[in-house]
């Protein structure tokens, strides 16, 4: 069940939390249920090369700050994200920085809640 919270603001200039994992500088902030982060990839950053698994199996939704990146899905449809790309990216895909800038993106929740929460196709099946 959701947690109720009323009128509420944080910044990323004081994370609640912050994490260096994979070569990614995550930010984090705790905001009622729902975690919303600040994610820093390296140019020339890979999932498949630099987390340790060849597909990402998390649901994520968010908003692509600078750089560009793109998010490869099951199927081989690749999304190209940009400065000011809203998405969606269900589990099973992998994903990869391009350019010589680092892509900043901005995302809301995370993995299987962000899945329920966006009612995003597939991801049910992976997180039963």
């Given at each position: 069940m959701s947690t109720p919270?009323?009128?509420?603001?944080k910044s990323f200039d004081k994370p609640d939390e912050h994490i260096t994992k994979?070569?990614?500088?995550?930010?984090i902030?705790?905001?009622g249920d729902?975690?919303?982060?600040?994610?820093?990839?390296?140019?020339?950053?890979?999932?498949s090369k630099d987390m340790g698994a060849p597909k990402c199996?998390?649901?994520?939704?968010?908003y692509t700050v600078s750089g560009h990146i793109i998010a490869e899905l099951d199927d081989g449809t690749q999304l190209e994200l940009s400065p000011g790309s809203v998405f969606v990216i269900?589990?099973?895909?992998d994903a990869w920085v391009t350019g010589d800038q680092p892509c900043v993106i901005v995302q809301f929740d995370e993995g299987e809640s962000a899945a329920r929460r966006f009612?995003?196709?597939g991801a049910a099946?992976?997180?039963?």
């Open positions: 919270i009323g009128g509420t603001m994979g070569g990614l500088e995550i930010d902030l705790q905001v729902m975690k919303v982060k600040r994610v820093t990839y390296r140019s020339g950053w890979k999932f199996l998390d649901t994520h939704v968010g269900p589990p099973g895909h009612n995003v196709a099946a992976k997180a039963a």
